[in-house]
């Protein structure tokens, strides 16, 4: 688990493909590795993934089929900037939200807007995941715990202050960028349980309806 809380960007420095998946090597920039060490999970652009090798400034991991399925770890070239977050802890201050690693889906940065001294950006989201956010809920955007600030169709609107867009990669987004998107995972327990577990991971069901509400006793 994490909390979307970024500790520092690193870049990818190697890409390898292996039996059909991929290898990754990360330099780990100012990211503390001292109490790390081989099995541990690390959040790449909100990816968590298993360390299997490591040096002084860098980790390596594999990222199997189903992750770059599911995100933008297909795209990844050398020389990418990615965002990292250790696991927490039990003595870790949980700032942001609880965060599983686990991404949903991949997002579309269609505007990039200066907002007084923050950002202002919409991400437009695939339908089937759009149904998991809320107003002032929160979300995980390649690693990092956001507030939404409102819903639009297909589209989520957020607002970056400077220091987040400075400590994260989001100084790096632009129109066309393409990011990983993990829902909060309450949401998507909340409809398993709903649906009496007729449906296994987000964005595969849209049963949940007002009248099956009604029908449960929700209001």
Known sequence: MFTGIIEAIGKVSAKQVKGGDIRLQIATGDLDLADVKLG?????????????????????????????????????????????????????????????????????????????????????????????????????VDGVSLTINRLEKDIFHLNIVPHTAQETIIDHWKIGTSVNVEVDVIARYLERLILGGQTGSAGKSDSVTKEMLAKNGFF
Request: overall charge negative.
């Open 40 to 140: 541990d999970s690390i959040a790449v652009n909100g990816i968590c993934l298993t360390v299997i090798s490591m040096q002084s400034k860098s980790f390596s991991a594999d990222v199997s089929l189903e992750t770059l399925s599911h995100s933008t770890f297909q795209q990844m070239a050398v020389g990418s900037f990615v965002n990292l977050e250790k696991a927490l802890t039990l003595s870790t201050r949980l700032g942001g939200h609880m965060v599983s690693g686990h991404v949903d889906g991949v997002g579309e940065v269609v505007e990039y807007l200066a907002d007084a001294r923050s950002v202002h950006v919409g991400v437009r989201l695939p339908q089937s995941l759009m149904k998991y956010l809320a107003e002032k809920g929160s979300v995980c």
